[in-house]
């Protein structure tokens, strides 16, 4: 019986698709929110507060799953949901964070300067990221899989390791011995629907199942780079992910999550309160 019904929860509906839209939207909200308010001094938890509070006060039941808002290196830690230290001039921060809607699920991640402008250092690696992210975001649409992202996902990032000195040596050979793992060891999607991590094979026969109208997912590349003596100074404990919900479409993909800012200028002007 699960299989039936996993199957059938992971291609959506109109109606659903509709609720999942909202989600997204409540959830952009609640981003926005923490990003207009975001000042060094402030606590971690104070930026939780300001997109709790907005998920519920537009509708929402509340978030999805844990918020993770985690200043300097603690975007490091994947699962950071203590939410406790001081957020530091100078230093990114990190939010994961979605509301449930009707019980559908909104999943978005950015990544901003605490202080409102992203420093030399900062703008490389997330730039990185970032090209990364539109490039996984332009590539869904039926027929592709989620297997093929990761794989280009991979290649990007560990281009723009080499690019930024973090790595040595030819693409193809980091990509091979993995040691692009350092800095980047989860997975790039997940089907997203009424759980954050929807139920649905991602594999059929041994094979990565192509996508088909009606699946949604999420497109979350990022770069961790540990607080080690080997790493450039300006580089060291600089967690980015950046973290959209995306619907397979007949002609490609729809965004949900895109009226959250991405670009270092968006998120600089947003910030400065352009
Ligand atoms: N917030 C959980 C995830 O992004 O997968
Ligand atoms: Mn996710
Ligand atoms: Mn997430």
């Given at each position: 019986m699960a299989p039936l019904l996993h199957e059938a929860r992971l291609v959506k509906s109109p109606a659903e698709l509709a609720l999942l839209r909202h989600a997204a939207e409540i959830s952009a909200r609640g981003h926005l929110r923490a990003m207009r308010a975001s000042?060094?001094?402030?606590?971690e938890y104070q930026l939780q507060a300001e997109l709790e509070h907005e998920f519920r006060w537009q509708?929402?039941?509340?978030?999805?799953?844990a918020s993770i808002v985690g200043g300097g290196a603690n975007?490091?830690?994947?699962?950071?949901?203590?939410?406790r230290a001081p957020l530091k001039d100078g230093d990114l921060v990190l939010i994961d964070a979605g509301a449930e809607f009707e019980l559908y699920a909104g999943d978005i991640t950015r990544t901003f300067p605490v202080n409102g402008r992203f420093s030399d250092a900062q703008r490389a690696l997330y730039t990185v990221v970032l090209d990364v992210q539109e490039r996984a975001v332009a590539a869904?649409?039926?027929?592709?899989t989620l297997a093929a992202i990761h794989a280009e996902v991979v290649r990007g990032l560990t281009e723009g390791l080499i690019h930024l000195g973090l790595l040595e040596g030819e693409v193809q050979a980091r990509i091979d011995d993995e040691s692009y793992r350092r800095f980047y060891l989860h997975s790039t999607s997940h089907w997203l629907g009424?759980?954050?991590?929807?139920?649905?094979?991602?594999?059929r026969d041994g094979e990565p199942r192509p996508l088909v109208p009606g699946m949604v997912v999420t497109v979350e590349p990022g770069l961790y780079i540990p607080?080690?003596?080997?790493?450039?100074e300006a580089l060291r404990g600089i967690g980015i992910r950046i973290e959209d919900d995306v619907v397979v479409t007949d002609e490609g993909h729809e965004v949900l999550?895109?009226?959250v800012p991405k670009s270092v200028e968006a998120i600089e002007a947003l910030m400065a309160g352009k």
């Open positions: 000042r060094p001094g402030l606590e509708g929402g039941s509340g978030p999805a799953y975007a490091c830690v994947l699962h950071y949901i203590v939410n869904v649409r039926p027929g592709t009424l759980d954050v991590h929807d139920v649905g094979l991602y594999r607080a080690d003596d080997d790493i450039p999550t895109a009226s």
